[in-house]
């Protein structure tokens, strides 16, 4: 589908008009709504990329300003079932174990839901919103974003990534939930690196698995959309940027949307993720 022009009025159903009016009449205080705004607005609609596209483009061409909504902290006070809900067992985990003993064995699935439940409860309220120019912190965003832009020819990226299942909203829920405990394992190590708490070896390696286990999920999480990057992109080939850095752009704007996403508000990532990855692209267009 092509790009609407900045003026062109954008053909809706009449339940997505009826919703755009009354995001419409909401924003008039300020010229401006949050992201969250519109997710609450279409959380019950089924609506697919393009009507989602479609939307957007007619807040746009109404003068609406689409903000996303301050994220200061993060709170990571979740029940105590909730990581572990796709795990069951009764086994401890041995805490007193070395580094040396990491070649011994993988910890299962079981101790990586405990480790988490264990770390969120010990990290009440991390600020995770300006994270420390780390070499931790830079390895960690060097990781995921040089194994989504490195490059194959388009044909090639299009076959691999085809080959990643998508994922269910509750699939989607049990990797944020593991992305948000990482992030707050990360940013007690990155604490215990610049000396403003004490870790104990066994306490090291514990929150090194979880962070381990947040970055999986994350890749995870990031590989289930790259479909819907390439999609997106699609409706932006012509305006001055080859196809290729559309969608790499694009994927910039989903690992963003990968890093802001809250799970806890019920929407999906999908949809949550279309506004990122549009803002990453027109806004390297407008560069």
Do not use: C
């Not at 992201?35 to 009507?51: K, L, P, S, Y």
């Not at 300003?65 to 067992?89: L, R």
């Not at 990057?229 to 990968?258: C, H, P, T, W």
């Amino acid at each position: 589908m092509a790009a609407k022009k900045a003026n062109e009025e954008v053909k809706l159903s009449d339940e997505l008009t009826k919703i755009v009016d009354d995001l419409v009449s909401s924003s008039k205080s300020n010229g401006s709504i949050s992201e969250d705004d519109i997710q609450v607005a279409i959380r019950d609609v089924d609506v697919n990329d393009d009507e989602l596209s479609d939307l957007y483009d007619s807040l746009r061409v109404k003068g609406v300003e689409i903000t996303t909504a301050s994220e200061a902290t993060v709170s990571f006070a979740i029940e105590d079932d909730a990581v572990e809900d796709d795990f069951s067992s009764d086994d401890d985990m041995d805490d007193s174990s070395d580094f040396e003993d990491e070649d011994d064995e993988d910890f299962d699935a079981v101790n990586e839901a405990r480790e988490v439940k264990e770390a969120l409860r010990s990290v009440s309220k991390a600020k995770v919103s300006k994270p420390k120019r780390s070499s931790r912190a830079r390895a960690r965003r060097s990781d995921t974003t040089t194994v989504m832009l490195t490059g194959d020819p388009v044909r090639m990226y299009l076959k691999e990534i085809g080959k990643v299942d998508l994922l269910t909203a509750s699939e989607e829920v049990h990797l944020a939930m593991k992305i948000e405990a990482g992030t707050a394992a990360s940013q007690k190590l990155e604490d215990f690196e610049d000396g403003l708490i004490e870790l104990n070896r066994a306490e090291q390696r514990r929150l090194m698995r979880i962070e381990s286990v947040g970055l999986d999920a994350k890749q995870q999480l990031i590989s289930a959309n790259l479909r819907l990057v390439v999609s997106i992109a699609k409706r932006y080939v012509g305006r001055g940027m080859l196809f290729l850095d559309l969608i790499q752009e694009g994927n910039l704007g989903l690992i963003r949307a990968v890093e802001k996403f809250d799970y806890t508000k019920g929407f999906k990532f999908s949809t949550y993720a279309t506004w990122w990855i549009r803002q990453a692209i027109t806004r390297a267009i407008a560069d």
